[in-house]
């Protein structure tokens, strides 16, 4: 049975930063992708950061490229995304999850790969 909780979401002001955590138990080496996704009132959830962990390479949303990093910690069964230069437009719930690459591109940022996901973590930027 897989778990996935995270943590550390928040209200915060243009400008700064949050980082957000995600615990996961029982899933496989064969789930190859671990991203975060956002979805944000009235809008389609967007796939804001991937990591593939076979090799492990990261991908980005346009929209957050050079502000977001995504990490993971394989000791602590920890994925983690570091916020920075937080904008307004960022506010959304944010979801982990972990899938199993399937062909799109860029790699791990298509939500239909994934097949476990977390409850999500709010994100306010205001």
């Known amino acids: 049975h897989v778990q996935l909780v995270e943590s550390g979401g928040g209200l915060v002001q243009p400008g700064g930063s949050l980082r957000l955590s995600c615990a996961g138990f029982?899933?496989?080496?064969?789930?190859?992708?671990m991203g975060w996704f956002r979805q944000a009132p009235g809008k389609e959830r967007e796939g804001v950061a991937g990591?593939?962990?076979?090799?492990?390479?990261?991908y980005y949303a346009d929209s957050v490229k050079g502000r977001f990093t995504i990490s993971q910690d394989n000791a602590k069964n920890t994925l983690y995304l570091q916020m920075n230069s937080l904008k307004p437009e960022d506010t959304a719930m944010y979801y982990c999850?972990?899938?199993?690459?399937?062909?799109?591109?860029?790699?791990?940022?298509?939500?239909?790969?994934?097949?476990?996901w977390g409850q999500g973590t709010q994100v306010t930027v205001s």
């Open positions: 999850a972990v899938g199993r690459y399937g062909g799109s591109w860029p790699p791990c940022l298509e939500g239909s790969e994934y097949k476990y």
């Open positions: 029982g899933y496989t080496y064969s789930n190859n992708c």
């Open positions: 990591i593939y962990t076979g090799g492990g390479s990261t």
